[in-house]
């Protein structure tokens, strides 16, 4: 994976929830990019929703991974329900909670909430500001029969420093 949405995984219950948050910069471009000014009209940054939706796809993904000791190809299958109120801006910091409803050896569903700290506020209270409901297929178990590559392409080196930083992975 080339971009990580999460920087930092704060618990992880196995088979049960993963919590991980992201802190959202000025300094990334698809924030400052988007939107940029125009005319007379100020520059408007925020962190894109299909971001926000895919730092909730990586954190499920990661719990539904760490089921099966990372053996798993575990890909994205089908996004149930994405649900969100409002943006994130630079300064804000997104909460992504995952929660397993059913890990098997066919793939996995998981309940997801979004909460949002905004330094606006200055009280570093976080508000739910979405729900996200995603299903994982794990690839090697597929209907098809079809094959992959045996290294685990999915699972990269940047989720297993992310996790070995935050104290939650021991592996290669």
Same mark, same amino acid.
């Given at each position: 994976?080339?971009?990580?949405?999460?920087?930092?995984?704060?618990?992880?219950?196995?088979?049960?929830?993963?919590?991980?948050?992201?802190?959202?910069?000025?300094?990334?471009?698809?924030?400052? %990019?988007?939107?940029?000014?125009?005319?007379?009209?100020? #520059?408007?940054?925020?962190?894109?929703?299909?971001?926000?939706?895919?730092?909730?796809?990586?954190?499920?993904?990661?719990?539904?991974?760490?089921?099966?000791?990372?053996?798993?190809?575990?890909?994205?299958?089908?996004?149930?329900? #994405?649900?969100?109120?409002?943006?994130?801006?630079?300064?804000?910091?997104?909460?992504?909670?995952?929660?397993?409803?059913?890990?098997?050896?066919?793939?996995?569903?998981?309940?997801?909430?979004?909460?949002?700290?905004?330094?606006?506020? %200055?009280?570093?209270?976080?508000?739910?500001?979405?729900?996200?409901?995603?299903?994982?297929?794990?690839?090697?178990?597929?209907?098809?029969?079809?094959?992959?590559?045996?290294?685990?392409?999915?699972?990269?080196?940047?989720?297993?420093?992310?996790?070995?930083?935050?104290?939650?992975?021991?592996?290669?």
């Amino acid at each position: 994976m080339r971009w990580i949405w999460i920087d930092r995984v704060l618990e992880l219950r196995p088979r049960e929830r993963l919590v991980a948050i992201k802190n959202i910069t000025a300094g990334e471009d698809w924030v400052a %990019n988007h939107f940029p000014p125009k005319g007379n009209s100020p #520059a408007l940054p925020i962190f894109p929703g299909c971001f926000v939706v895919e730092g909730m796809a990586q954190t499920a993904g990661i719990l539904v991974c760490e089921a099966s000791n990372y053996k798993e190809k575990v890909v994205l299958a089908k996004i149930g329900k #994405a649900e969100l109120s409002r943006e994130a801006r630079p300064g804000c910091t997104l909460r992504y909670t995952a929660t397993a409803e059913r890990i098997d050896n066919v793939g996995a569903s998981t309940k997801g909430i979004v909460e949002l700290s905004d330094p606006q506020r %200055n009280d570093g209270a976080f508000e739910v500001i979405g729900h996200i409901d995603l299903l994982f297929s794990h690839l090697d178990n597929n209907f098809a029969g079809a094959k992959f590559p045996e290294h685990n392409f999915v699972f990269s080196d940047g989720f297993k420093d992310l996790l070995r930083n935050s104290g939650f992975y021991e592996g290669d």
